[in-house]
């Protein structure tokens, strides 16, 4: 009789131990959101029980939204990518449209603030307008980069990281053209290249590329522009009266052999509907010898 009295006692407080374990890690997996860690067993607990390990969510902090009272300039999440990629970088403020912004990067912990572009505020809706910056990253390093978008000033500014993996296909010394350190082409003579473009829509954001046989280093200038800048007899009533145009600088990259590579990123949100004409030049460090030129035509629809 008292074993079978201390049988039960023995399975009753069995019963309440499971219960109460039952109850804990449901009270932990219901009091957490969002975001999953892995709990790892113990070497002793693993060799018991070889089961995968437990999932428990725990509740992630979300960013606060911008005061709208003051001014404020958001970045979207940009994530990793790979060195080659075209990195478009947007986000929104209630900056007023048309102001300045300008985008600089940093790369790694260098601390080294790097002036990239600069463009205008995009219009949006109920006060709160946006922005939109395109890199190439063909010429870049691998590793992690903060960039930063700001007023002139940079009283305004908002920030956002990403990294890049794969090769490095740049040089550390970049430099201009000089006719004495170049690489030519199967008849003796240099060159530079603009791979097709084709039609594009309005507001398309897109690489522009071509082929040289200038060195890896060898700076560049792209310009684009509409066509009837070269002839007037293109330039139509319905054209508009402030033409949207881009220059900027690039970088030659390593190739196959003798034939290097450069590219351009190019974002048409507000650019007219045209032809378009993209000619790519070797400079010098002033920007008043030009010599050797490559060129392409598109049209934006």
Same mark, same amino acid.
């Given at each position: 009789? $008292?074993?079978?009295?201390?049988?039960?006692?023995?399975?009753?407080?069995?019963?309440?131990?499971?219960? %109460?374990?039952?109850?804990?890690?449901? &009270?932990?997996? @219901?009091?957490?959101?969002?975001q999953?860690?892995?709990?790892?067993p113990? #070497?002793?607990?693993?060799?018991?029980?070889p089961?995968?390990?437990? !999932?428990?969510m725990?509740?992630?902090? !979300?960013a606060?939204?911008?005061?709208? *009272?003051?001014?404020?300039?958001?970045?979207?999440p940009?994530?990793?990518?790979?060195?080659?990629?075209?990195?478009?970088?947007?986000?929104?403020?209630?900056l007023?449209? $048309?102001t300045?912004?300008?985008?600089?990067?940093?790369?790694?912990? *260098?601390?080294?603030?790097?002036?990239?572009?600069?463009k205008?505020v995009? *219009?949006?809706?109920?006060?709160? @307008?946006?922005?939109?910056?395109?890199l190439?990253?063909? &010429?870049? /390093?691998?590793g992690?980069?903060?960039?930063t978008v700001?007023?002139p000033?940079?009283?305004?500014?908002?920030?956002?990281q990403?990294s890049? /993996?794969g090769?490095?296909?740049?040089?550390?010394k970049?430099?201009y053209?000089?006719?004495?350190? $170049?690489?030519?082409? *199967?008849?003796?003579?240099?060159?530079?290249?603009?791979?097709?473009?084709?039609d594009?829509q309005?507001?398309?954001?897109?690489?522009? #590329?071509?082929?040289?046989? +200038?060195?890896p280093?060898?700076?560049? +200038?792209?310009?684009?522009?509409p066509?009837?800048f070269?002839d007037?007899? $293109?330039?139509?009533?319905?054209?508009?009266?402030?033409?949207?145009?881009i220059?900027g600088?690039?970088?030659? %990259?390593r190739?196959? &052999? @003798?034939?290097?590579k450069?590219?351009?990123?190019?974002?048409?949100? &507000?650019?007219?509907?045209?032809?378009?004409?993209?000619?790519?030049? !070797?400079?010098n460090?002033?920007?008043?010898?030009?010599?050797?030129?490559?060129?392409?035509q598109f049209?934006l629809?």
């Amino acid at each position: 009789m $008292k074993s079978q009295q201390k049988s039960g006692i023995r399975l009753i407080c069995l019963a309440l131990l499971i219960v %109460i374990a039952t109850i804990s890690i449901a &009270g932990c997996v @219901n009091s957490t959101q969002d975001q999953q860690i892995q709990m790892t067993p113990t #070497s002793n607990q693993q060799r018991e029980n070889p089961a995968a390990a437990t !999932t428990v969510m725990i509740r992630t902090p !979300t960013a606060p939204a911008p005061d709208p *009272s003051t001014p404020f300039i958001t970045v979207d999440p940009i994530g990793e990518k790979n060195i080659g990629d075209l990195v478009v970088i947007s986000g929104t403020t209630n900056l007023p449209e $048309k102001t300045v912004i300008y985008l600089y990067r940093t790369f790694g912990d *260098s601390g080294e603030e790097k002036m990239t572009a600069n463009k205008q505020v995009l *219009s949006g809706t109920n006060g709160i @307008n946006r922005w939109r910056f395109a890199l190439d990253s063909s &010429g870049y /390093k691998p590793g992690s980069y903060k960039l930063t978008v700001a007023t002139p000033k940079k009283d305004v500014s908002g920030s956002a990281q990403f990294s890049l /993996k794969g090769t490095f296909l740049g040089t550390d010394k970049p430099h201009y053209y000089s006719g004495a350190s $170049k690489t030519s082409g *199967s008849d003796g003579t240099p060159y530079i290249t603009v791979q097709p473009v084709g039609d594009r829509q309005q507001g398309d954001v897109f690489l522009i #590329s071509g082929t040289t046989s +200038l060195d890896p280093g060898t700076l560049l +200038l792209y310009q684009v522009y509409p066509d009837y800048f070269e002839d007037k007899t $293109k330039r139509s009533a319905s054209s508009s009266p402030e033409p949207s145009s881009i220059a900027g600088d690039t970088i030659v %990259i390593r190739g196959n &052999g @003798n034939t290097n590579k450069w590219s351009c990123a190019l974002d048409t949100e &507000g650019y007219e509907k045209t032809a378009y004409i993209v000619n790519v030049s !070797t400079v010098n460090e002033d920007y008043t010898i030009r010599e050797i030129f490559g060129s392409a035509q598109f049209t934006l629809r």
